[in-house]
Nanobody
Framework: QVQLVESGGGLVQAGGSLRLSCSASGSVSSINVMSWYRQAPGKQREFVALITRGGTTNYDDSVKGRFTINRDNGKNTVYLQMDGLKPEDTAVYYC????????WGQGTQVTVSS
């Protein structure tokens, strides 16, 4: 009922910036919290950031002060602005939401070179 599609990943040098997008379609009125997770090969998927329908945000300590999550005026797209990127930020980034069941996007690759 909800479809999530990520975009905006790519290759960037350490210290650079990227802006990821997560576009939602389907039963978008049912969405409250939207989140970003990331997963590097051989590692556990980890929480990055979330934003509620009311605009409350939360970040993992590893990205506080560097990443910003926000939304567009139409409430159908969530962004992750990533500044001061580090090699350890390299991962596939996934959009996630929950309403009666979990929904995941297919992911977008972020690679940070040193």
């Amino acid at each position: 009922q909800v479809q999530l599609v990520e975009s905006g990943g790519g290759l960037v040098q350490a210290g650079g910036s990227l802006r990821l997008s997560c576009s939602a379609s389907g039963s978008v009125s049912s969405i409250n919290v939207m989140s970003w997770y990331r997963q590097a090969p051989g590692k556990q998927r980890e929480f990055v950031a979330l934003i509620t329908r009311g605009g409350t945000t939360n970040y993992d300590d590893s990205v506080k002060g560097r990443f910003t999550i926000n939304r567009d005026n139409g409430k159908n797209t969530v962004y992750l602005q990533m500044d001061g990127l580090k090699p350890e930020d390299t991962a596939v980034y996934y959009c996630y939401t929950y309403y009666r069941t979990a929904y995941w996007g297919q992911g977008t690759q972020v690679t940070v070179s040193s």
